[in-house]
């Protein structure tokens, strides 16, 4: 195979990942509020000029929420192919357990965001206190936010 074939397979196989990456996102309302959390504890992060450790372990949590979400809807769909629209005790089980697998990963990423901010909650009150157009852009935030996961795509889960 020569290279340029080489080459162009390799960005074939990119672009079957963002294209599963945006039928996650177009699909599963969960994703959609993974990625609007994933902003706010970015916008956090900038906020309360975490140490580079701290910025590491926030993008290795959120990177692990984003990928087990992708792999549980992954997996709902091998579920739902092989099931063949039929109800199975242990289809949903299956599927049950991946689901299970995305909440105890984000109860950690709710630990380690609590580890990193809780400290500095003072400093982040200080931040909106000062500044009345950062309490409008987070409640805008917030409202789009809202949006995007429960009326964007409306009719999908």
Known sequence: MSIKNSLKKFGKGFGYAFSGLWRCIRTQRNMRFHIGAAGAVAALAAICSVSRSEALALMLTVGGVLALETV??????????????????????????????????????????????????????????????????????????????????????
């Open 72 to 157: 549980n809807t992954a997996i709902e769909y091998t579920v739902d192919l092989a099931c063949k629209g039929e109800r199975s005790e242990k289809a949903g089980a299956a599927k049950d357990c991946a689901a299970g697998a995305v909440l105890v990963f984000c109860f950690g990423a709710v630990g380690v965001a609590c580890a990193v901010f809780l400290t500095r909650i003072n400093e982040i009150f200080a931040y909106f206190a000062d500044k009345p157009a950062a309490v409008i852009a987070a409640a805008v935030y917030a409202a789009l936010w809202f949006c995007w996961v429960f009326v964007c795509f409306n009719g999908e889960k």
